[in-house]
């Protein structure tokens, strides 16, 4: 196909399908997004994965820095900790962290530390909270 007769066809599909940046039904029942992407028998491909990825880590990033005071003092691991959180929890759930947050604030890093672990999202994803409650005490990664 000519570089013009695939501008047609992805135009003539955009208008066909429409866009849809969350997920829905299609006529037939299968989860769709996108311009018709059904997500059920196709889904994404690794290096969509990774794109989506890259765009999600990079959106907490623009609210973290904009958002919350202390996190541009923040040394690069405990920047990653908090972008892991808000992937893990949202934003907003990152943001329930008050004491937390506090103790970050104000350097007092173990304190943080025991506040992420004293929690129910710790019960939850149990390998995940103790590893960045590590890295957030020590400021380490760790598998340097």
């Not at 962290?97 to 007092?108: D, G, Q, R, S, Y």
Request: glycine fraction near 6%.
């Amino acid at each position: 196909m000519t570089s013009k007769g695939l501008k047609k066809l992805l135009a003539l599909l955009r208008e066909h399908e429409g866009f849809s940046s969350t997920v829905y039904e299609d006529t037939r029942g299968y989860a769709t997004i996108g311009f018709g992407r059904n997500v059920k028998t196709k889904g994404i491909s690794r290096v969509e994965a990774n794109y989506l990825l890259e765009n999600d880590v990079e959106y907490f990033l623009d609210r973290l820095t904009s958002r919350l005071k202390c996190f541009n003092e923040l040394d690069e691991v405990r920047k990653i900790v908090l972008v892991s959180m808000c992937f893990n929890l949202g934003y907003y759930g990152l943001c329930s962290f008050e004491k937390m947050l506090h103790a970050i604030a104000l350097e007092m890093y173990d304190v943080a530390s025991f506040e992420m672990l004293n929690s129910k999202w710790a019960k939850q994803v149990k390998g995940r909270a103790k590893e960045l409650a590590q890295m957030m005490a020590t400021g380490e990664m760790p598998h340097d």
